[in-house]
């Protein structure tokens, strides 16, 4: 990444990265806080609608969003006509979801998801009257406005329901702090956005985007069902706590990688779009976007496993210590998912959608194995089956893209190795905090805490890490500016 762009990006990452730190913080406040109130019995029923809704969300988009984004000069035709398909197809799916919503509870034994169920789908409608102001910020890189609004109204939700839990209203502060969040979130797009419905619409227009759209349709939804087959089968089978736990674990663990990836993510893909027909430039841009995000992911993950003892029994309290083995193996899937992103990231911009398609069957056959051998034997069996199924997905995108990306193999593993070896050497450092004090606390979370991020950091200067440099040298540049 090169000049103004590599300049842009970098503004537009740097934004985004800070809300999501922020926003993290304040989910990781306020889950504690919330979790502190509540059971693991109580988390089964969010974690069901929250599976089934993810991949409602999927098909109200259908991947026309996407393509708005890639489309070089998208007409106010093509917005105006995918506004109003998100909004048609997100109450269509919302009235079929509160109508199977008895259906639903009768399943799982649960009868307060007849009242739930209603309440926590108006996410969906919500959801569909932001995507395009959506869209459009982020095909002008206008991440700080896109920042600031995620952040309030992550902050606004997050205050509701810890207050709703404060005074007692038990799993109904996690319903509507879905169905807040997505209120608030599109109440300022909408305000924010720059965007309002102008001129017709047409099926023409969605017509010409649907060959396209639709192979990311059916990539993403086969991608979210194999994401939340675990929370649906386990809610079904094992005790309502077991869900709570796993439940938890992966929620947990997603903080710090969805934080980042969805900050990298949606900066890049327009980027390398702008980029795609400029091999050289491209190939170097995702080599240094899968570097940066080694970087930072991978020091995370393995820190997180590392203190994960302390930092369940210091701020969560016993009733969670069993999530600890589960948390502890599943960041070892977050190692993996970030590059497979950055991958699929090049094939959304290079490859065509039937590739895409056979890519996802081949990852998605094998996953279905892995957890056909997994669930009906234990919930540790099915996050170690996560760690395989997220390796494998890794190796399989990076496989499709590297060629398409002009990369090679050699050049890829000498890029990520040494980061590698520099982050498994700091969780040896931080682990052995743990010999020499030997009672679980605060102080011992934050000694483990500032033992690894020093090791990580010395090692890093000592070695010269390509990637600190890099990070030095464009915090310089925004600096100067």
Not at 392 to 417: E, G, H, M, Y
Request: with cysteine; net charge positive; charged share 15%.
């Amino acid at each position: 990444m090169k000049g103004q762009l590599k300049q842009q990006v970098a503004t537009s990452t740097g934004w985004t990265l800070g809300e999501k730190i922020l926003t993290a913080l304040v989910q990781f406040v306020v889950r504690v806080l919330i979790l502190r109130m509540l059971f693991p019995d109580d988390l089964k029923v969010v974690a069901i609608l929250l599976a089934i809704s993810s991949f409602a969300l999927v098909i109200v988009d259908s991947g026309f969003s996407q393509m708005l984004v890639r489309k070089q000069q998208p007409s106010s035709r093509d917005f105006k006509s995918v506004f109003l398909f998100n909004l048609v197809t997100a109450c269509v799916v919302y009235g079929l979801l509160v109508l199977l919503s008895p259906t639903l509870a009768s399943y799982y034994a649960m009868p307060i998801l007849r009242e739930t169920a209603p309440v926590f789908f108006l996410m969906i409608p919500f959801n569909a009257l932001g995507v395009i102001q959506w869209t459009v910020l982020t095909r002008n890189f206008a991440f700080a406005r896109l920042s600031k609004i995620v952040f309030t109204a992550q902050l606004v939700s997050g205050l509701a329901a810890v207050m709703m839990a404060y005074v007692g209203m038990g799993v109904w502060a996690l319903v509507w702090q879905q169905v807040l969040l997505m209120a608030v979130r599109s109440a300022l797009l909408w305000w924010r956005g720059g965007w309002k419905p102008q001129g017709e619409a047409s099926m023409r227009s969605l017509g010409e985007m649907a060959p396209y759209s639709m192979s990311l349709l059916a990539s993403d939804l086969v991608t979210a069902v194999y994401n939340k087959v675990p929370q649906l089968i386990i809610g079904k089978v094992y005790a309502d706590a077991t869900l709570g736990y796993y439940d938890q674990a992966i929620k947990l663990k997603d903080l710090p990688v969805q934080s980042a990836m969805q900050s990298v993510q949606q900066v890049t893909f327009p980027a390398l779009s702008k980029i795609a027909h400029e091999q050289p430039r491209f190939a170097e841009s995702f080599r240094q976007v899968l570097m940066v995000v080694a970087y930072a992911i991978f020091p995370v993950m393995l820190g997180m496993a590392a203190v994960a003892h302390d930092l369940f029994a210091v701020l969560l309290g016993e009733q969670w210590m069993p999530t600890v083995p589960l948390f502890e193996v599943v960041c070892l899937a977050g190692l993996f998912t970030p590059l497979a992103m950055m991958a699929y990231n090049v094939l959304k911009v290079k490859a065509d959608g039937r590739q895409i398609i056979r890519l996802e069957v081949v990852k998605k056959a094998f996953m279905t194995l892995a957890f056909a051998l997994s669930i009906p034997h234990s919930v540790e069996a099915v996050v170690w089956a996560l760690v395989v199924s997220a390796a494998f997905d890794c190796v399989v995108n990076l496989w499709a893209a590297l060629p398409l990306a002009q990369l090679s193999w050699l050049k890829t593993l000498r890029t990520l190795i040494p980061i590698a070896l520099v982050s498994i050497v700091m969780y040896a450092a931080t682990c052995s905090v743990r010999w020499w004090l030997d009672d679980p606390s605060l102080g011992r979370l934050i000694a483990q805490i500032a033992v690894g991020v020093g090791v990580y950091g010395l090692l890093s200067w000592l070695f010269r890490l390509e990637a600190l440099q890099e990070l030095v040298g464009l915090a310089k540049n925004q600096f100067k500016k």
